[in-house]
């Protein structure tokens, strides 16, 4: 049996690190010891501040509906996460060798046993850093969905690539965290005519700018900013696709706004707070505008067949082998010890320190040299 460490939520704003046996490796499975354990601090503050819906309401999957009854999650919540990067130390089946370095989604624990059977696996390649892995497993796909979503858009299912809803187009990024400025990479990597990133922070602007994208602050009106920029003819101004990348009402209200008419946004933002906002009486109405939840339990409606997360997984590898050095210098902010995790998401939660991307790392002092 294997002593692991595993993040625990026991109630909002009370979280801990707790002792837990994980187990023989049985046959069949394999054993990872993590090394990288990225942090989102958007899905993942919503348990610690008690604003998940999982913990109000009853999920009816069939139904597709959030229902009054018992929470589907209560606390303790233990193992949130979903970017983590293990190094395969006990392996029991053929398909993974020890040594190994994989990209999962097991949540914020110093070990894991795996069955390949049930639990999702990516093989980094050879010459990858390890720490841009937090990426792989789950982080990377949901961005990529979000171009596939775009391309969906616009050619239904004849649309080939990532490339396709982006391609030769002027896009706009509402939103600079992690998701934002991954989307902007991607947009940029795969041909957007132009990528411009809304944020009201300064700093991540700067990161948006470093990346190769345009950055436009919120305090001049950025849709008649951009709709001065950008004329496709008469009284068609905006841009061709918006992607919204922060949970916040206002923002998404002005995605809406920065819109060409008949255009779209594509929306993977999480909004836990719902979208009073949202003023569906205006832009939405007037100018024919569509909304497009990209989120990545799903991929578009006729594409399934051509695409899953393995190869949405094979696309972020992609992008972070084209431009990994660049995001690793940006984006990712702050690597600290395993051990401080509960204060580092209390701290977050609460607004006593900000970071883009936070990565807990099991040595970090061998992460310095």
């Known amino acids: ?39 989102s601090a958007g899905t993942e503050l919503t348990y610690v501040k008690g604003g ?13 509906l959030f229902l009054p009854g018992i929470p589907s999650l209560a606390y303790p919540v233990r193992g949130i996460g979903y970017m983590q990067v293990g190094r395969v130390v006990e392996s029991r089946t053929r398909a993974v060798e020890e040594g190994t370095v994989v990209a999962m989604a097991y949540g914020h624990r110093t070990g894991y046993v795996a069955d390949p059977m049930t639990d999702r696996f990516v093989p980094l390649p050879e010459g990858l850093d390890p720490l841009l892995g937090i990426y792989v497993a789950h982080m990377g796909p949901i961005c990529a969905n979000g171009l596939l979503h775009a391309a969906a858009d616009l050619y239904g299912p004849a649309a080939r690539g990532l490339g396709d809803g982006v391609r030769g187009r002027r896009v706009a990024v509402t939103g600079a965290g992690v998701v934002g400025l991954l989307v902007a990479s991607f947009a940029i990597e ?24 345009t950055a436009l602050a919120t305090g ?8 001065r920029r950008w004329r496709h003819g008469p009284n068609d101004r905006g841009a061709d696709v918006v992607f919204q990348c922060r949970g916040q009402a206002r923002t998404l209200a002005m ?4 819109l060409r008419p008949q255009g779209s946004v594509i929306d993977l933002a999480f909004y836990t707070e719902g979208a009073g906002e949202v003023r569906l009486g205006e832009e ?38 084209r431009r990994g050095p660049l995001l ?14 509960p204060r580092l998401l209390g701290d977050l939660a609460a607004r006593r320190r900000h970071a883009l991307q936070a990565v807990l790392c099991q040595d970090v002092d061998d992460q310095r040299r």
């Not at 990133?197 to 990346?211: F, G, K, Q």
Request: hydrophobic share 40%; with cysteine.
């Open 1 to 39: 049996m294997t002593e692991i460490r595993t993040l625990s939520v026991d109630a909002p704003g009370e979280i801990t690190l707790i002792e837990e046996k994980a187990g023989d490796t049985p046959d069949g499975g394999f054993r990872v010891e993590t090394l990288y354990s990225g942090v």
């Open 52 to 64: 998940n819906p999982y913990l109000t309401s009853a999920w009816d999957a069939e139904l597709g």
């Open 190 to 213: 795969h041909g957007a005519a132009e990528v411009v990133v809304v944020d009201e922070t300064p700093e991540r602007l700067r990161i948006a700018e470093a990346l190769g994208a």
């Open 220 to 227: 001049d009106d950025p849709a008649v900013v951009l709709k």
């Open 255 to 258: 995605a809406l706004r920065l």
């Open 284 to 321: 939405f109405h007037h100018n024919g505008l569509s909304l497009r939840c990209a989120q990545i339990g799903r991929v578009p409606r006729g594409l399934a067949h051509a695409w899953d997360r393995e190869r949405l997984s094979h696309e972020t590898v992609t992008l972070l082998g």
């Open 328 to 341: 690793r210098e940006h984006v990712i902010t702050d690597v600290v010890d395993f051990g401080q995790a």
